[in-house]
């Protein structure tokens, strides 16, 4: 079996179920006594070890089954979780981490993980707090004990009480209870691997309660050639068995229905068992190999005596798909979009109802594909904001600082090609808040702030932008100690240094080889990072800017431009030049007398809405050559807006609303702020973008 083909599916699901055991054991240390998060953290290291034992990477599986023994312990409420267990399953998720980096490198996933094994059998143990040299042994008394009581048992499946409450409550629902017989062929090689397509199926086909050998020991293979299964459904037994020889190299399947009375004797033979069953035989109510198994039932006793129906698993109902063919999908809905917008404009010349009508249909539809088009390609930033707070709460921890990551606007959604870039920039701006920004509790206090520091990441829209800030309560930037480092290390002139705004002064903090810090350390100190920022960001067309108020804190905002996207615009005219709007920026259009404009220390201004706004000249701007508005008695204006600002644009004349696709202009008119790209409208005319974002200071 070509494993290979598999690969890409195991990487993304392993991050995937990587992130959620970092996001809820983060939850779980802020709330130690929720066992409800300990399952769902059980559950998917579960799924990730039956995965990687799968894929043939037993170092993986072998770590996260040692984790797993500790979240056993902790669900059942044999162990409480403590600072040195929280440590060491964070010490022990970096280390899995690690080895998907490295079978994405295309290596085996090995690495040298001797120290954390150590410490979780001594969780398991229970002497890792003794400090006993014992504790670094090998634990193999429990694996033996549970061998030995699993051989003393009975060979039938017996079912504790609950499980038969379970499925009596089904059958009493209406629902059918079947006891499931596996026979692998003889010959087979990868029996796991055929064991988790028939559990992949049944997972289907209904909800499994109970498997016997233990799902542990069927993933590792611990079993001979046959495996039972009790499940409820709500297919017949034809349907089961028929679905289970379907998959190769299964030899027979046993399929019997039960009723109350086989449950019945089945109760009776497990309440006459001697107590030493394995714990994770009595308590684990559903546990499958399936690398998409649904969430298992809960293991607390029912605390009410109706029946409850069991659901069936959910399907899964998404897809992964190549960003390349994203980038295919819409490049062809934007040479349809530019057509599309072309026979708008003949149907009208025409003047055929046939055509018009047909024309009208065709941008309705065209209109629904691109919101999909549209959405395909949009992913929120939360895919990259969440992997940050298991980071700052280790950061916090090796600078003995106490700080509170705040994320607001995760669901801002972003280009997927840029969304894969600015996970680094980010953290660079995240370590050097935690670090420089964020004093140590003693100054904190001292200075009457509290002793929790507080970092805000947030991302929201304005305009065809994306924004996303990073502030910090912390002691700010000191203008005068940059001044001075800027000039020893050759960055700017003392001239040059009295010369310097306050903002010119908060940005030499971004040239390369600049640094604040005292000594270097793990996070600071080379004088790397921030300038890697801004050139990261430059390269994706955005900017970064930094404000600052010394003893209050520092704010750092990225612009990040949507590369390519569909946007609606209003089109104006200067002139014989087209040019566009976005309409998400537009506040209103109007129109003004000359009059109404005034001069305020050479600017030009004018009253809206009750307050007074700043007036612009695009032409003078864009330096048009066709058409100024010096010899207009009346002008159309456009009012944008950039977050609370208000800035007025005068212009020639309005075309209209139309849908655009927003093209970058790569190396041309760099030279240019107020433009953020181009388009070709329906007459094969290029329209240049305003970046409102630009004119607005």
Known sequence: MDMNAYLSMFIDESNDHLQSLNENLLRLESDPEDLSIVQIIFRSAHTLKGMSATMGFEDLAALTHEMENVLDLVRNNKIKMDSFIFDTLFKGLDALENMVQDVIGGGTGKLDVTTIVTALKSIVKGDYKTDSPESANAQTAPSANAEATEAANDAAVLLDEYQTSVLMQSIDSGLSVYHVVVNVSEG?????????????????????????????????????????????SSSNTDDIRKGILSVSEIETADVTQLNRESLSQLGRRAADTPAAVPAQETQAVSETPSAGAAPAVKTEAPKEDKPRPAAAAPVNRTIRVDIERLDALMNLFSELLIDRVRLEQLATEI???????????????????????????????????????????????????????????????????????????????????????????????????????????????????????????????????????????????????????????????????????????????????????????????????????????????????????????????????????????????????????????????????????????????????????????????????????????????????????????????????????????????????????????
């Open 188 to 232: 087979c090689i990868l029996k796991a691997a055929r064991a988790y397509m028939v559990f992949d199926f049944l997972e289907r086909a209904g909800e499994i309660i109970k498997s016997h050998p233990s799902v542990q020991d069927i993933e590792q293979e611990k079993f001979e050639r046959s495996f039972t299964v009790f499940m409820i």
């Open 351 to 697: 003047h055929r109802a046939d055509l018009t009508e047909t024309v009208e249909h065709m941008a309705r539809v065209s209109g629904d594909l691109q919101n999909i088009v549209l959405k395909l390609r949009m992913v929120p930033v939360e895919s990259v904001f969440n992997r940050f707070p298991r980071m700052v709460r280790d950061i916090a921890k090796s600078l003995d600082k106490k700080i509170d990551l705040v994320i607001t606007g995760a669901e801002t959604e972003l280009d997927r090609t840029v969304i894969d870039e600015i996970g680094d920039p980010l953290v660079h701006l995240l370590r050097n808040s935690c670090d420089h920004g964020i004093e140590s509790i003693a100054s904190r206090v001292a200075a009457g702030k509290p002793e929790t520091g507080t970092v805000h990441l947030r991302a929201f829209h304005s305009g065809n932008n994306v924004f996303i800030e990073i502030e910090d309560d912390g002691n700010g930037i000191n203008r005068e100690r940059v001044k001075q480092i800027a000039i020893k290390n050759g960055v700017v002139t003392p001239e040059e240094a009295k010369r310097l705004t306050d903002n010119e002064i908060n940005m030499l903090i971004f040239a390369p080889g600049f640094s604040t810090a005292e000594k270097i350390s793990d996070l600071s100190g080379r004088g790397v990072g921030l300038d890697v920022v801004k050139s990261k960001i430059s390269s994706l067309g955005g900017n970064v800017s930094v404000t600052s108020q010394e003893g209050k804190g520092s704010i750092f905002s990225i612009q990040l431009p949507l590369t390519l996207s569909i946007i609606s615009a209003m089109l104006v005219k200067l002139g014989a030049e087209k040019y566009a709007i976005p309409l998400s920026s537009i506040v209103e259009t109007g129109i003004i007398r000359k009059e109404q404009i005034r001069s305020v220390h050479k600017s030009f201004m004018m009253e809206f809405r009750g307050s007074v706004i700043p007036v612009i000249s695009l032409s003078k701007i864009l330096e048009c050559t066709s058409w100024t508005e010096n010899g207009e008695d009346e002008t159309e204006i456009v009012v944008i807006r950039k977050g609370e600002k208000l800035v007025a644009i005068l212009v020639d004349e309005f075309i209209g609303q139309s849908d655009i696709v927003l093209k970058s202009l790569g190396n041309y008119l760099t030279n240019i702020d107020a433009i953020s790209g181009a388009t070709i409208l329906g007459d094969g005319q290029v329209a240049l973008i305003i970046d409102p974002n630009a004119l607005i200071k």
